[in-house]
Every structure is written in structure tokens, then in C-alpha cells.
């Protein structure tokens, strides 16, 4: 039977998104009323405030971790657990090639060196494999970022960890709640980290969290967040360099109320993403948002893989055809950092002297040409919105629009 061939709006036919994408407020009026409580003390005390403690202490039972450090950013919580884990120069530090600055920022303050990792080239996770073949004496930590929250391959990494006794830094910054096989990823290292950029699932403008369940690491990471400060009363004796990295009261009172909702906005994005992944999952050259089985997604954004060899067209033609839709896609993952002139250039930075250290006796490779999940992963996977307050109407009429483009120019 042959397939129907609908007309497509980027060719005159009918939109398959016919209406406004759901939408609803980042912050709340009792947020607002919780400013308004520290204001109206009178001051805002420069250290650990009530809601400074009051957040780490939630925090710390939403993931059953025995100690949480709070930090003004999530770069600056990441920096903190590399600082705490006592990373310098001539280490290396293996990471995912996509990612953002604040990730490689925390390795190369440290003077220490960035080493990717390969990735899955449909969910562009860091991967085992990759890891592996990375792993050298020189090697210190494994910095694991769950892309897009979805869980990295937890269960193989922290092998790989144990065999060559190395550290292990979650990087959770676009992955609240999500899950590794039953298991809340951000436990599984020595630290988890997270950040509270307004664009992230909860937000306060900025701040971070690192949470830990080894009380000599958390008083490491809180005193190198603290400017090497003592605030348990024995008075400021700094034995090392540290850093203002506290947390503002105000941005800590905002945490705190947001993080009241922050189930409910993972628990809405997974149910979701799991719908469009149905919804598209036997198109001819798709490959859904690629999640580990017994694993849980809680979709900072939607990826998914387009084999344009399955279909007549290039890529540029696909995404113009589902942008017309009304279906908003991009490339924007086609350039990962190592394509930066900071990797590929291999810029003397005089303030993080990584490769270019003295100390460092290895060779770096910032070719993506040795990185075939990641050559693949940048020429195919596309990018798209979701978030908690799309409906299940824009999901099915995502589903539509992906539908009707891929088939409309899917080889017969």
C-alpha cells in the first residue's frame, strides 16, 4: 500500500504545528515573597544566611547525599570539586568534547588538562569505550557530563574509575533527576554538581551546588568555594588558595522555593520526551533521544538522529522543511568545542597554562577526526525544545510535523 505524501508547508501546505507552543512563568509569586524576607531583615549577610543553609540542607535530602556546598554558579561548583580532588598542573582530567565552558573552566583553573572523550553519536553522551581509550598515567579524574539530562553509562564508567583508581565529578548541570538504572546520577562519583542558571530546569540567575558523601572532600570543596575561610569558629587560618565562590542569599532564597517544584518539572519533561521518542521511533532513518534502558531522561532539550542517507534530501533541506512546520530545530551541537581556536589552535593561555605546563609530559589530540562517534553525531543529530509547560497537544503535533517531512522525502 502506498505510503500517503503529504503537501508540505514549505511548499505551500498546511502547517502541522497549528498552535502556540505552551508556555507559563520561570518564577513564581513565592519566590518574590522570599527576596522579600531577606530584604526585610535589614541586611544580607555575606557567608551562610539561614537561606544559604536552609537550601544546602533540602538539597541535600532530595538526594540523600550527607553533605552539600553551595556555590554562586554551577562553573564555580564544577571548579570546586576539581579544587576539593586536589587537580593541578600536569594532571590530566578526561571530559566530553560537547559541553560547556564552565566544564572545561574547572579543569584548565587548575592548570591542569582537558582530554575528551568520544561520544555516542546519537546521544552525544560521553561513553565508556571513549573513555578507555583516553586513560593514560597521566590521568586524574573523569569529569562525566550527563548531556541534556540524560545518564551517562554510570555503571561501566565507575569500573573504569575503580581499575585505574581514578575520581569521578558528575557534571549535572542540564540533568536534575535524572537516573542511572534506579539510581539519582550526581551519587555515583565522589561529586555531583549542579548549576541554577536561569535557563537550567530550576534556576535563581545563577548559583551552584556540589554534593558529596566524603566529609573531608565537602570541607575541601566548601573552604575552597570560602576563600580558604574557617566559618566553623576556629577563625581564618587559609592553607591554601581559595575562592569567592559563596552563594548569594537572594539567589539561595529563590533555590530554595524552586526547588519545591523541581520533581514535578523532571517528572513532567521525562513523561514528554518519552512521548515524542513513541511517537517517531519507526520513521525511516530516526533515531529517537537515545536514553540506556533502565534508565530515566529528564529532557533539558530533545535530541534526535536523522540518517539522510534513508531520505532525498541533505540535512539543510530537513530542517528548513521542519522548521516551516512550525517544528523549530537546529544544528547547533554541529560545532563541538574542539572546533574553539582555544583546541584547535592550541592558544598559550598565560592564565591556565594546561598543555603548554612545564610539568605535563603528554600530548594532547584535539582532532575530531579521531572521534568517529562525534564526526557522526554532529553531522546528524538535530536539536529541539521541550520543557515542562508544552501540553500533549504540541507534542503530538511535534510528532506530526517530524512525521510528515521524513516521510514526505523518505526513499520509497
Not at 500500500?1 to 498552535?19: C, T, W
Not at 520561570?26 to 518574590?32: A, G, Y
Not at 522570599?34 to 531583615?41: E, G, I, T
Not at 553551595?70 to 570546586?80: E, K, L, P, Q, V
Request: aromatic share 8%.
Amino acid at each position: 500500500m502506498a505510503r500517503k505524501i503529504e503537501k508540505l508547508a514549505i511548499d505551500g501546505g498546511p502547517k502541522a504545528k497549528q498552535h502556540p507552543f505552551g508556555s507559563g512563568p520561570k518564577h513564581v509569586p513565592s519566590e518574590k515573597d522570599a527576596v522579600c524576607r531577606v530584604l526585610d531583615r535589614g541586611s544580607i549577610p555575606f557567608a551562610r544566611g539561614p537561606e544559604v543553609m536552609e537550601l544546602r540542607a533540602a538539597f541535600s535530602k532530595l538526594y540523600r547525599a550527607k553533605h552539600c556546598i553551595t556555590t554562586n554558579s554551577g562553573t564555580s561548583a564544577i571548579h570546586a570539586a576539581t579544587g576539593a580532588l586536589g587537580i593541578g598542573r600536569g594532571d590530566e582530567v578526561i571530559t566530553s568534547p560537547v559541553t560547556d565552558a564552565g566544564t572545561i573552566i574547572a579543569i584548565m583553573a587548575q592548570n591542569a588538562v582537558p582530554v575528551f572523550a568520544d561520544v555516542d553519536p546519537v546521544s552525544l553522551n560521553m561513553t565508556p569505550e571513549g573513555i578507555a581509550q583516553r586513560i593514560t598515567p597521566r590521568t586524574k579524574a573523569i569529569l562525566v557530563v550527563h548531556l541534556a539530562g540524560n545518564p551517562c553509562d554510570m555503571g561501566r564508567i565507575m569500573a573504569l574509575a575503580r581499575k585505574h583508581k581514578l575520581f569521578v565529578v558528575e557534571d549535572l548541570a542540564q540533568s536534575y533527576l535524572c537516573e542511572y538504572k534506579g539510581k539519582l546520577c550526581g551519587t555515583f562519583g565522589h561529586l555531583g554538581c549542579f548549576s541554577l542558571n536561569d535557563s537550567k530546569h530550576i534556576g535563581a540567575g545563577d548559583g551552584g551546588m556540589v554534593i558529596t558523601n566524603d566529609a573531608a572532600l565537602a570541607d575541601r570543596a566548601d573552604l575552597f568555594a570560602d576563600k580558604c575561610y574557617d566559618r566553623t569558629g576556629q577563625g581564618r587560618k587559609p592553607f591554601f588558595l581559595g575562592y569567592n565562590y559563596r552563594m548569594n542569599l537572594l539567589a539561595a532564597a529563590v533555590g530554595f522555593d524552586q526547588l519545591k517544584r523541581v520533581k514535578h518539572i523532571c517528572d513532567r519533561r521525562h513523561r514528554l520526551g518519552v512521548k515524542l521518542s513513541k511517537g517517531i521511533a519507526d520513521l525511516p532513518g530516526i533515531i529517537p533521544h537515545k536514553v540506556l534502558p533502565g534508565c530515566k531522561c529528564t529532557y533539558w532539550y530533545y535530541l534526535f538522529h536523522v540518517d539522510t542517507s534513508k531520505l532525498t534530501v541533505n540535512m539543510d533541506t530537513y530542517v528548513k522543511a521542519l522548521s516551516a512546520e512550525g517544528i523549530g530545530v537546529s544544528r547547533s551541537l554541529a560545532v563541538n568545542i574542539m572546533d574553539w581556536p582555544l583546541f584547535k589552535d592550541k592558544v598559550f593561555n598565560p592564565h591556565a597554562c594546561a598543555w603548554a605546563c612545564p610539568l605535563y609530559k603528554g600530548q594532547v589530540d584535539y582532532d575530531i577526526r579521531h572521534f568517529p562517534g562525534l564526526q557522526k553525531g554532529v553531522q546528524g543529530t538535530l536539536r529541539t525544545s521541550l520543557n515542562e509547560h508544552f501540553t500533549d497537544q504540541d507534542i503530538s503535533e511535534m510528532v506530526r510535523g517530524i512525521r510528515k517531512v521524513t516521510l514526505h522525502y523518505a526513499k520509497a
